[in-house]
């Protein structure tokens, strides 16, 4: 965004999709076919899906919304999520709003290396056979930096090799290689995955062993992004809630989360909440992310918080998020996807490192809103507006119809279809 525009937009909400959609095209000049791919009506066609997948026959839609009010290391950024779940974007957004009294989130990206594993069997001595392997390192190296020229000029490629050991394993004896690969601004999965394939001659010749399985680890514990945002007291003050109160209730949430794994596996969820929206939006692997992170939150033996909030100095509070994000904004559907791209071009961001940054910073901005819920009202307050319309359509209400039934619902405080069912039945008689 230029330095006019603000992620700050009030009354968002209150418009219509296309007049959203129009405002931000103004905002953010975007191209026409930008702004007809972000509302669908020029987005991926069948012919573009048959061929990212196999067997298509059709399209399937989510709905993509804007999460508001964001900054990021200073910078204003509206922030594409695609979710079904209620409560998301708002939560994000509203979050983001109060994280701004303190000049937003402050995020950065450790390293841009993927792990690429080559499992080794039938070898007499494993240690001989790991010495061989790193006598002949630089050569190793070399050979995998053939794969991709281009990614090598571009500062990436082949760094360093690893190898595990394990003497014991229930097939016996096995040795693990390594391949640390720097692939800058792309996701790296299939550039990894040809450079560990193409390693396989060379290692069974040096370890005089077979090699069995070559595949990327979804443990990109070499790629992490941390977010951190301070949020003042006085901030936290809502309705009938005091900001010590909710503060302190914040953080003996996450303190639940942090030691018992029944309640981080939820806790951890709300935080993908929000992440996963934005790697759907711009055409990223979700399902790798999600492995990554749940397979983080347990380095240390056992499951916990990926997250972490605690009280300062002077009273306020502090929230921190790590977690690997191995994200890309060239190659794959990235680049293939038209709703993808304009997503990326909303934000502004052509590389990876911003992307992951802008990530994390949702992710954060999810885990608050689900701890402030948790630790006021309780978390279903917050759902039970868009709930209540979803339930009204599916029990068949349409038009008008939908906020009066999805309204008497709220009113009556029950939220059920065969509920739903019954207003639209007695609207009819009166």
């Known amino acids: 965004m230029t330095k006019e525009n603000s992620s700050r937009l009030p009354g968002f909400y ?32 069948v012919e573009q899906a048959d061929h990212m997948i196999e067997n298509a026959i059709g399209i399937f839609g989510l709905p993509l919304g804007i999460a508001t009010n964001f900054v990021v290391n200073g910078k204003d950024v509206l922030i594409p999520m695609v979710v079904e779940e209620p409560s998301v974007v708002a939560g994000a957004s509203f979050m983001a709003k109060l994280v701004r009294h303190s000049g937003g989130f402050q995020a950065e990206t450790i390293g841009s290396e993927m792990i690429g594993q080559i499992q080794v069997l039938d070898i007499s001595d494993l240690e001989i056979a790991r010495d061989a392997l790193f006598e002949h390192k630089e050569e190793i190296l070399a050979e995998a930096d053939k794969v991709d020229p281009l990614l090598k000029q571009l500062g990436g490629g082949a760094r360093d090799l690893e190898i595990r050991i394990f003497p014991e394993t229930p097939i016996g004896p096995m040795l693990i290689v390594h391949l640390i690969f720097d692939t800058r601004d792309a996701m790296g999965a299939n550039t990894v995955n040809t450079a560990v394939e193409r390693l396989t001659p060379s290692i069974e010749r040096l370890t005089e062993g077979r090699v069995h399985l070559r595949i990327l680890s979804n443990l990109s514990d070499r790629r ?31 303190a639940f989360a942090a030691v018992d794994p029944y309640r981080a596996a939820t806790h951890n969820k709300g935080i993908m909440n929000g992440i996963d929206a934005v790697l759907i939006a711009t055409g990223n692997d979700w399902r790798a992310v999600e492995a990554g992170a749940h397979a983080y939150a347990a380095r240390a033996g056992r499951y916990t918080s990926l997250s972490e909030w605690r009280v300062t100095e002077d009273g306020s509070l502090e929230g921190v998020l790590v977690l690997p994000l191995a994200v890309g904004t060239v190659g794959g559907a990235t680049r293939v996807h038209p709703t993808a791209k304009a997503a990326l071009a909303m934000m502004g961001i052509d590389r990876a490192q911003e992307l992951a940054e802008v990530i994390a910073s949702v992710g954060l901005a999810q885990n608050l809103a689900a701890l402030r819920a948790l630790a006021t009202e309780g978390i279903q307050r917050g759902h039970m507006s868009l709930h209540a319309r979803q339930v009204a359509i599916a029990a068949g209400a349409a038009g008008q119809d939908i906020e009066r039934v999805a309204q008497r619902m709220i009113d009556e405080g029950t939220i059920r279809i065969d509920h739903a069912r019954q207003i639209l039945k007695d609207g009819k008689k009166s």
């Open 224 to 254: 992490l992004a941390r977010s951190r945002c301070v949020i003042p007291q006085n901030v936290l003050n809502f309705n009938s809630f005091e900001g010590e109160q909710v503060r302190d209730g914040i953080v003996e949430a996450w």
């Open 14 to 45: 209150n418009l219509s999709p296309y007049e959203r959609k129009k405002l931000l095209a103004n905002l953010l000049d975007l191209s026409k076919d930008q702004f007809e791919a972000l509302g669908g009506n020029a987005g991926l066609n």
